[in-house]
């Protein structure tokens, strides 16, 4: 019973936090939104005895891809008003694609198709199993195409959030190495010979 009621829970959770990425007018709030959801999935992984894929989604997509969404938004300082200005007349489109979506999900992923009269329960696992130890040889052989595309994309995204932050080198000050060890004792200190003023009404 109590094993139900966190799958609820979390499934709840992960369902509000889903739906308000998609509902925040705020994109701050919506990466927030979308690190909450995150946390529910992780919750729901948990529950499936898959230690380690919750907390490799929490340690890599909540601890730093979400925190590179964040920087990058925060860093673009969006107009949230003018990106709306063209969504009203695609308006229509956008409501037939969620339904049409959601149709297909219920249809291929509904009870008809996936349910206990169709897939048996799994075996219970002994506490002694290790998730890491099952997972890893699949991932390093069978999976392996699949994950290094994983690390491209992951790559191409650090490059692509580097390059829109980037805001030019002209008018910024910066130091450079070579040239500071490059130079003469006469090019640091120089020396200037005056001839000393006195100014009347001044006591030394």
């Known amino acids: 019973m109590i094993h139900k009621l966190i799958f609820y829970g979390f499934s709840f959770l992960t369902l509000l936090s889903a739906l308000s990425v ?30 380690f894929l919750g907390i490799v989604l929490i340690l890599v997509y909540v601890g730093a891809v979400m925190v590179l969404f964040l ?5 673009l300082d969006i107009e949230v008003a003018s990106l ?9 489109i956008a409501v037939l694609c969620a339904v049409l979506a959601l149709y297909f999900m219920v249809h291929f992923v509904g009870p008809a ?18 998730d890491t130890a099952n997972l ?3 991932l ?3 999976y392996v195409l699949p994950f290094e595309l994983a690390g491209v994309l992951l790559l191409i995204a650090i490059v692509a959030a580097i390059s829109l932050t980037f805001r030019g080198s002209e008018g910024r000050l910066k130091q450079s190495p070579d040239s500071q060890t490059r130079v003469y004792k006469r090019d640091r200190l120089r020396i200037i010979k005056m001839q000393s003023e006195k100014t009347e009404g001044v006591q030394p």
């Open 136 to 138: 890893a040889p699949l």
């Open 84 to 92: 709306k200005e063209g969504f009203t007349p695609f308006a229509g």
């Open 140 to 142: 390093y052989t069978d």
């Open 71 to 75: 920087f990058v938004v925060m860093m």
């Open 22 to 51: 998609i509902l925040s007018r705020n994109p701050v709030r919506a990466v927030l939104s979308l690190v909450l959801t995150f946390f529910g999935a992780a919750g729901l992984w948990l529950l499936l005895q898959a230690e």
């Open 113 to 130: 198709n996936f349910g206990l009269a169709d897939y048996a329960a799994p075996p219970a696992v002994p506490a002694s199993a290790s």
